[in-house]
């Protein structure tokens, strides 16, 4: 073998090819050589080097051994498992799945404000731990702006947790609102707030748990845990009534619920209705006879003419309960494909029909069918069109007390205290009712001006024939 020629680097035009001539030795850096670039083959096409050539002495003698090639093949098999692994894991649930809640910056860890003994020694941390960062398994009920779960406390009882929808723009407001108005007022008949925590991730509130759970699920849900007699559905209706009767005319600033239906009336162990999710709930400034604003409500429960003018007032309320008394009546739902139920009574009682829709539950332990027309009678006044005509809360409440009075046996009426027993002061609604027929009675001393008033427009409602 001869040496390379340094010659070479002068005859960068020769086409001449000097490979395989056994030439070894260091190629030229100087001259011509110093204008190949060192990733490319030197002097070709003066001089052919295969770079494969190259590669193949370098592994010329190289085996792997069997173990080698096992260690490789397991390795890349744990690899590739890893990758599935983590492709197909679930994520881990977060404090909630809207998936919207980058950490801030200035982040601190979310409290819980206690309002009642029922959560004390709790901390957030606790409530994510009891729902498992509340599961889809807590779960007990949707709104419309909000999820509902169950958590059971340290001390076993159960709380209602609601969570509104923080991608609501109208969410912070909402929380703010109802923090108002559900965390000052207290009553028998309204849903008690026990805690809320507000935290970058949501906004919660702690409320009662009621065992029976809503008004709508027992008349229209899917399993009827329980048969709802006439005498439940009375006190049904006249706990709801009480308690907006209340946020009406006790609040101050007396407070407009806006929401009012069947899903919005929770039950308790012992079927004593609750009112919630005053979420939308609108205190009134006593200056003002109405309050206007962007409509909010349930189809087949809106005033019409709140939604035609957006004027807000208590009346509103007083429309939206007189569906749900339609519902107690029926059994129906306020608006079940394209049927409204409150047209369907509507041309009912202009032929003078409407038993025809009482739910057959109501019929089977009902003794005195009257006073169940009396009580279409009170929801056709509650839903008349111009809201001047409805009557008020305080007023549906007195007709239903007479009306619970009358269906209430003696013997239970005299074992009640006398503090208890209101039959000596609010008269029967049977003999208000009969002042109809005789009008000089109206302005009798144990009628007020807006009873009296009250009970006449019944005779304009249905027919006569209701006693």
Known sequence: MSLLPNKLNICCEICSNVSYNKLFGVIPTSNNFTRFPPDRNFLFPIITVTVAFIFQNAWKGVTLSKAAILGITLGALVILLMVLLAACRPHSPSPFPDGSFDKPVNFSPPKLVILHMNMALHVYEDIMRMTE?????????????????????????????????????????????????????????????????????????????????????????????????????????????????????????????????????????????????????????????????????????????????????????????????????TGRKAVDNESNLHHLILSKAATNAVMETVDPDITATCKDLGAVKKVYQLALLCTKRQPADRPTMHEVTRVLGSLVLSNTPPKQLAALPPASNPSAKVPCYVDEYANLKTPHLVNCPSMSTSDAQLFLKFGEVISQNSE
């Open 133 to 329: 960062n509340l599961s889809e398994k807590y779960i007990i009920g949707y709104g419309a702006s909000s999820t509902v779960y169950k958590c059971v406390l340290k001390n076993c009882k159960p709380v209602a947790i609601k969570r509104i929808y923080s991608h609501y723009p109208q969410c912070i407001k909402e929380f703010e609102t109802e923090l108002e108005t559900v965390g000052s007022i207290k009553h028998r008949n309204l849903v008690s707030l026990q805690g809320y925590s507000l935290s970058p991730y949501g906004h919660l509130l702690f409320y009662d748990y009621m065992e029976n759970g809503s008004l709508w699920d027992l008349l229209h849900g899917p399993t009827k845990k329980k048969k709802l007699d006439w005498e439940l559905r009375l006190k049904i209706a006249l706990g709801a009534a009480q308690g907006l009767a209340y946020l009406h005319h006790d609040c101050c600033p007396r407070i407009i619920h806006r929401d009012v239906k069947s899903s919005n009336i929770l039950l308790d162990a012992d079927f004593e209705p609750h009112l919630t999710d005053f979420g939308i709930a609108k205190s009134l400034c006593p200056s003002k006879s109405h309050t206007s604003t962007y409509i909010m409500g349930t189809i087949g429960y809106i005033d019409p003419e709140y939604a035609r003018t957006s004027r807000l007032t208590e009346k509103s309320d007083v429309y939206s309960y007189g569906i749900v008394l339609l519902e107690l009546l």
